[in-house]
T-cell receptor, first 114, second 113 residues
Framework: DAGITQSPRHKVTETGTPVTLRCHQT?????MYWYRQDPGHGLRLIHY???????DKGEVSDGYSVSRSKTEDFLLTLESATSSQTSVYFC?????????????FGPGTRLTVL | AQSVTQLDSHVSVSEGTPVLLRCNYS??????LFWYVQHPNKGLQLLLK??????LVKGINGFEAEFKKSETSFHLTKPSAHMSDAAEYFC???????????FGAGTRLTVKP
């Protein structure tokens, strides 16, 4: 299995509180991604990174920010969590870009916003 | 922008019978197409990918898919289903130099004994 860990694995929080999810990789891959998975929608890209300090928005970026200060870590922050952000969040990594690059996925973080 | 439609949200087959999971895509440019599998409470695993080489692509665990440009389809097949194939399957499209991978809504495969 690709060396990807996500923390925490489960989190329950209240509306309006800040939340940070961490993705850590040991593969030294250049690209890292954050997705959310909701029933009926598959996975939707939130943000991705193509290098340290280089990030870009995905399909559903509103309400989320990211940071990548080291190759191995990619943080996803919900500045003020809302109930609509209750979801399962997956981190993924890839060695090359989307056209040819297989993405390897972490185990997921289940976030519940009450 | 590219998009994917998985034509069946749920497919049920008997063990030992063929599997067909259907996927149609839309893309303004030459696409790359992938099938991923997700077992319950697990992350996603790549089954196979098409990146403009051979149109018939073989993947892991006996799965294969055929890219048909004229039909804008990339259906996933397996000759004989196994109980361990029960999972959710996602068709994914992206394009050249594009990190925005678009996932279909998923097809849940049930395999009956």
């Amino acid at each position: 299995d690709a060396g990807i860990t996500q923390s925490p694995r489960h989190k329950v929080t209240e509306t309006g509180t800040p939340v940070t999810l961490r993705c850590h990789q040991t593969e030294n891959h250049r690209y890292m991604y954050w997705y959310r998975q909701d029933p009926g929608h598959g996975l939707r890209l939130i943000h991705y990174s193509y290098g340290v300090k280089d990030t870009d928005k995905g399909e559903v970026s509103d309400g989320y920010s990211v940071s990548r200060s080291k190759t191995e870590d990619f943080l996803l922050t919900l500045e003020s969590a809302t109930s609509s952000q209750t979801s399962v969040y997956f981190c993924a990594i890839s060695e090359s870009d989307g056209r040819a690059g297989e993405q390897f996925f972490g185990p997921g973080t289940r976030l519940t916003v009450l | 922008a590219q998009s994917v439609t998985q034509l069946d949200s749920h497919v049920s087959v008997s063990e030992g019978t063929p599997v067909l999971l259907r996927c149609n895509y839309s893309s303004s440019y030459s696409p790359s197409l992938f099938w991923y599998v997700q077992h319950p409470n697990k992350g996603l695993q790549l089954l196979l990918k098409y990146t403009s080489a051979a149109t018939l692509v073989k993947g892991i665990n006996g799965f294969e898919a055929e890219f048909k440009k004229s039909e804008t389809s990339f259906h996933l097949t397996k000759p004989s289903a196994h109980m361990s194939d029960a999972a959710e399957y996602f068709c994914v499209v992206t394009t050249y130099n594009n990190n925005d991978m678009r996932f279909g809504a998923g097809t849940r495969l049930t395999v009956k004994p």
